[in-house]
Each structure stands twice: as C-alpha cells, then as structure tokens.
Nanobody, 115 residues
C-alpha cells in the first residue's frame, strides 16, 4: 500500500526556517519524481517544487532561492528546506508522486508563518 507521510510543519516567525520531510512507503521511490504542493486557506492547491529520480529540481517562482527540495533514496524520504519564510507561505504542505495514471498524496503538514 502506498503511503506518504509528511512531518516538520509548525509555527514560525517571518524570516524563519522549517524543514519538511515526507516518508514514502513505496517500492518505486528511487524511480519516481517527487513533488511538494501547498494549499493556503481559501486557495487552490498549488505546485511548489519537484525533484526527479535523477535529482534535477524545479521550483515555482515564488519560492526560488528560498526553498530547496532534496531526496534520500536510501531512506525513501524527500525533504523541503524552507528559508526566509513569509506569511504568504502559510499553507498545508503536501507530498505527492505519480505512478502511471495514479496520483498519491500525503495528508499534509501545516506551516504557519506569523509573528
């Protein structure tokens, strides 16, 4: 059974940092691109970052230079290091992967940026 479990969310002040992790219980992890999405209150879910199976990374413009996605294939984890956090980064952050026609999502972890 495919399971993605996010952790690391919390309350942080503007300018602070958080590191999110996603533990993936999948046997195709090393072959899969992994993504982070987020959904702010009242907004649609939006893509944040992707790391391919080969380690190439892409980011949405609003987080470039502040966020870094990484993966550890030995531990089946994907991480999102978030620096210089701003109130507009407040959202539930979701881990995602896709295999053939199937999308897999975690339940999310809440990040709140507030003073």
């Amino acid at each position: 059974q495919v399971q993605l479990v996010e952790s690391g969310g919390g309350l942080v002040q503007p300018g602070g940092s958080l590191r999110l992790s996603c533990a993936a219980s999948i046997n195709f992890f090393s072959d899969s691109a992994m993504d982070w999405y987020r959904q702010a209150p009242g907004n649609e879910r939006e893509w944040v970052a992707t790391i391919t199976s080969g380690g190439a990374t892409t980011y949405t413009d609003s987080v470039k230079g502040r966020f870094a996605i990484s993966r550890d294939n030995a531990k089946n984890t994907v991480n999102l290091q978030m620096n210089s956090l701003q109130p507009e980064d407040t959202a539930v952050y979701y881990c995602h992967t896709r295999r053939f026609a199937w999308d897999y999502w975690g339940k999310g972890t809440l990040v709140t940026v507030s003073s």
